[in-house]
């Protein structure tokens, strides 16, 4: 636990600036129900500039951490994940903190609002504490396209009960509708983001401040 540190931030003595050179990337994780009724990781997708990663099977989170902390990058990076305060970063969290790396976390009110992982400039970040709504209707209201032509997720989650979630083996169509949803999800955040920060650039802080964020999350979001 001492490579785990919680910063609780006084919001009044912050330095608003708002840093231009990072990466953004964007990922989702995806899940199954296991034979106990608890949600296990299956497929994690991660969409950068040029590339998008995938990572599939009951192992992907360890994968894609082992990938994440030996991976090159230039410009400190920011990971956006919608929900990730409530969902996806609890996965993330308790993995490297089963390996024993390094972890920053940013805390509000008992929420994770960022993420650093490791030696590498890497931070998780919620973009559900930005836009304070659903993806489908974040991407609707940004004019961003959002491909839900794929409802193969919801009833492969309700089927999945049905196995022994250890012995269960997925066939190539499986795994490719899985990730697929994965995929659709993270391209239309990617997106959002992209057009998000353009927004920010060219209009400043007052884009954040006339919407209904709040503001220890703008605060913790356009530091340098």
């Known amino acids: 636990m001492d490579k785990l540190s919680f910063d609780i931030s006084d919001v009044k003595s912050l330095k608003i600036t708002v840093n231009?050179?990072?990466?953004?990337?964007?990922?989702?994780?995806?899940?199954?129900?296991?034979?106990?009724?608890?949600?296990?990781?299956?497929?994690i997708v991660v969409k950068s500039k040029d590339e998008i990663y995938k990572f599939f099977g009951i192992n992907c989170v360890d994968n894609f951490t082992n990938w994440l902390t030996s991976y090159k990058t230039d410009l400190p990076t920011k990971v956006y994940v919608h929900n990730g305060s409530n969902f996806d970063f609890i996965f993330l969290l308790k993995n490297i903190?089963?390996?024993?790396?390094?972890?920053?976390?940013?805390?509000?009110?008992?929420?994770?609002?960022?993420?650093?992982?490791?030696?590498?400039?890497?931070?998780?970040?919620?973009?559900?504490?930005?836009f304070n709504a659903s993806l489908a209707n974040t991407c609707k209201s940004w004019g961003i396209e959002l491909s839900k032509d794929i409802p193969f997720h919801h009833k492969f989650q309700k089927q999945i009960n049905?196995?022994?979630?250890?012995?269960?083996?997925?066939?190539n169509n499986t795994q490719n509708e899985m990730v697929e949803y994965c995929?659709?999800?993270?391209?239309?955040?990617?997106?959002?983001?992209?057009?998000?920060?353009?927004?920010?650039?060219?209009?400043?802080?007052?884009?954040?401040f006339n919407s209904n964020i709040l503001i220890e999350t703008i605060l913790c979001y356009v530091q340098s």
């Open 20 to 43: 231009n050179k990072f990466n953004i990337w964007a990922m989702d994780i995806e899940t199954i129900t296991n034979a106990g009724g608890g949600l296990e990781p299956i497929a």
């Open 97 to 130: 903190l089963d390996k024993k790396e390094y972890c920053k976390v940013t805390n509000l009110r008992g929420k994770i609002i960022t993420l650093k992982i490791g030696s590498k400039d890497f931070t998780f970040c919620d973009s559900y504490r930005l």
């Open 162 to 171: 049905l196995y022994n979630y250890a012995g269960v083996n997925f066939d």
């Open 183 to 208: 995929t659709s999800d993270t391209i239309a955040l990617y997106e959002l983001m992209i057009k998000f920060q353009a927004d920010l650039r060219s209009k400043g802080l007052s884009l954040l």
